[in-house]
């Protein structure tokens, strides 16, 4: 490597070979075009499919039921989630019972929110939907029951002083979670890969990092993903066409509602 200068940055032999690798615009196109479709953005697809001149092979209506499905969840809107999954696809949640008791113990959070929010709540409601909805699948599993029991104990402790055990179930992140799920599943009834062909690579790549370091292979210290639009290192441009495109089509520059991590740019681009 030659010395370094302030103008200049020092290239490792590692990053000039990644340089020399030219992916070409089609198959950059068709990752973005992937990565729409299966995060659920059909507004930015069908501009991108506009502007790339490329045949998205896709039904945008489908597309905008998941959205819905999952803005549903993201809400905690879970008898909704329900009602529109099985008007997509009874299937879906009827061939796959953790999935539903997973939708349904989500639901029973959302009512005991509701009823512990205002002094004196009404516990009632709660109470029913998990002898009606829960408790007679439970049995099915251990750990139905289990996730059963746990629940229900948040009727116990005051929402401000649960337990690590408890704290989770209220936790935003958990919506976030079934919403994901409920995706993949859809998909997959779908007949599609459950997961954008981008977020694969990303785990390849991190995979085949790991395995050169533990080979003591020659590569930088710090290897970036080269996804965010910045060029001011070697290693973050490796992918300018596949950044810069990424964020002229995510939500903020569409019409579409944010899908993914209930309203947050996907950590995986951000």
Known sequence: MSPSSSSTPVWHQFERKVEEVKPSKTDINYLVMDYLITNGY?????????????????????????????????????QVAIEKIN?????????????????LRLQLVELIRACTSVPDGDIGPVLEFATLQMAPRAPTNPQFLEDLERTLALLIFPADNLSPSLAPLLHPDLRKEIANRV???????????????????????????????????DIP???????TDNNSTPSTSNHPILASTLAA???ASSNDTVMTNNGDIDPMIS
């Open 42 to 78: 059909p507004a930015a697809a069908m501009k991108f499919a506009v502007e790339a001149n490329i045949q998205p092979r896709a039904d945008f209506e489908s597309i905008q039921e998941r959205v819905e499905i999952r803005t549903a969840i993201h809400s905690g809107n879970i």
């Open 87 to 103: 008007e997509l696809n009874p299937q879906i949640l009827d061939e796959n019972p953790p999935l539903h008791f997973a939708l």
């Open 183 to 217: 995706n993949e599943a859809i998909l997959l009834n779908q007949g599609t890969h459950k997961e954008a062909r981008l977020r694969n690579l990303v785990k390849l790549r991190a995979w085949a990092e790991q395995k050169a370091r533990e080979a003591k292979k």
């Open 221 to 227: 210290e710090k290897l970036d993903l080269g996804l």
């Open 249 to 251: 089509h995510l939500p």
